[in-house]
């Protein structure tokens, strides 16, 4: 399996450096498993750092000692052979932007820069990530809707810590004169935390913690593959945005933290959990939850939960984002046409369709109890609902009866009358806008619909006229 011309082994030497020349390079088919990669976090590169050390282990195995920035341009020219020329000039601009600012940017607290579990975290969170069980994640966090897990992950040093330097870049930002790019195309406040040099500490708290949280809470939609993330911080109140749309994350995997101040409102609401088919379908009862933010306390959820958030009516609210994403899962939903293991709507249509196939079973049985000369189809919703009986009744789903030899069948409404006190209970048929004949079926028929003398009445006059069209 070969990348671009890289089919050819070329063992010469570049330049006499003992690197061996790239150019005519082959992947290898299956990964190194016993080989440990280099670390990334610290180069400036156009793709995320997980991305080069998986990569990693696939390079020939000439390339596996030579030095690691030889190894990352040899990867990053075959990452960018795939990349579209649109977006390739776009991730290089977006390069030298970041390279810009980090350029010039003074960190005020560095300690922020790589990831400090002990004065990171709330002390409950560590034990849970250390244990590493589906039991210990539980026992931290609640769920009081489905599928949106809440729990205390940052201790409030740090929250703070982190608010106090994103003052300090915005004050940056203001005396520069720098413009820098927002979030996302709904928030016009806030900043990128991957721009100003906090990516590899972010690439830390996704690998070390929300994956490790993910593979067992969001399976479904690549939990356990995330590879890369977008980082960022919003910011509500005065002078800044008041509420967020109605909308889904570019994500597999949200997080979402809110680190303070003091604020009253800015409650997010969620509204169900939806494919790209169905993003724009009702909302049903069960999906409804509201949440009030409170400092240092996590939420998170699948990326394509709906959600908003109210608007905050007094203060000032930050919050950082984590959006996690997972290229393998990605690429393997280019190719699903079935998503009811996570999406809300797909989920019901699938088990409307299993619905579907039992009452037609019941009616195929139902059809062996009925003479020749009548034809049962069903008619939906449950209207009988049959009386306890010392004779085994049958429950069946509403049915319609067709005279099977009129040239022009017409339909019968079934009047189920109490002629003993085995009979059925009745509860009127829709009639749906349809012309209602009433017709007698007596002995087994009426016994088919579970009840020993049930009888349906005919109309008299009716009848003879059927007799006549046939």
């Known amino acids: 399996m070969s990348l671009h011309g890289s ?50 282990r696939y390079l020939p195995p000439s390339m596996l000692n030579v030095p690691r920035d030889d190894k990352a341009k040899f990867m990053r020219e075959i990452l960018l052979k795939y990349l579209p020329l649109g977006e390739r000039s776009r991730s290089q601009k977006h390069r030298e932007y970041r390279q810009k600012i980090i350029e010039n940017y003074q960190p005020l607290h560095r300690e922020l820069y790589s990831v400090n579990s002990a004065t990171f975290f709330v002390p409950s969170f560590l034990r849970a990530i250390n244990d590493n069980t589906e039991q210990s994640f539980r026992s931290i966090m609640s769920e009081p809707s489905p599928g949106i897990f809440i729990f205390d992950i940052f201790q409030t040093n740090f929250c703070e810590l982190l608010l106090s330097e994103i003052e300090n870049f915005e004050k940056w930002v203001t005396e520069t004169k720098f413009r820098i790019m927002r979030p996302n195309t709904m928030n016009k406040y806030g900043a990128v935390l991957d721009d100003f040099g906090l990516e590899t500490m972010l690439d830390k708290l996704m690998e070390g913690f929300i994956r490790p949280l993910s593979r067992v809470l969001f399976a479904e939609v690549g939990g356990a593959t995330l590879d890369s993330h977008h980082g960022f ?170 005279a099977h030899n009129s040239r022009s069948p017409h339909l019968h409404k079934i009047n189920f009358k109490r002629s003993c006190v085995h009979a059925c209970k009745l509860h009127e048929m829709e009639n749906r806008g349809n012309k209602v004949n009433e017709g007698r079926v007596k002995g087994s028929t009426a016994a088919a619909y579970g009840c020993c003398n049930s009888e349906v009445e005919v109309n008299e006059e009716k009848r003879k006229n059927w007799e006549r069209e046939r």
């Open 233 to 402: 911080v919003v910011e509500y109140g005065k002078d800044r945005d008041v509420d967020l749309g109605f909308h889904v994350d570019d994500s597999e995997v949200t997080l979402n933290v809110c680190l303070g101040k003091q604020f009253s409102g800015g409650e997010l609401f969620f509204r169900g959990i939806r494919c790209e088919k169905h993003v724009n379908t009702g909302t049903h009862s069960e999906e409804i939850f509201d949440y009030s933010h409170v400092p240092g306390r996590a939420v998170l959820h699948r990326g394509r939960h709906r959600h908003g958030a109210r608007a905050t009516t007094s203060g000032n609210r930050v919050n950082l984002l984590l959006w996690c994403r997972s290229s393998v899962f990605r690429e393997m939903k280019r190719y699903q046409k079935d998503f009811s293991s996570w999406c809300g709507e797909c989920s019901r249509e699938k088990k409307e369709r299993q619905r579907s196939t039992i009452a037609a079973t019941k009616l195929m049985h139902l059809h062996a109890a009925v003479p020749a000369n009548i034809i049962v189809v069903p008619y939906f919703p449950l209207l009988f609902t049959p009386l306890s009986c010392e004779h085994e009744s049958i429950q069946i789903c509403s049915i319609i009866i067709i």
């Open 7 to 56: 089919d050819r082994r070329d063992t010469s030497s570049a330049g006499g450096n003992g690197m061996v020349a790239a150019a005519s390079l082959r992947l290898r088919l299956n990964p190194n498993k016993e080989h440990k990669p280099d670390g990334y976090e610290d180069l400036q590169l156009d793709f995320s750092p997980n991305i080069f050390s998986s990569l990693e």
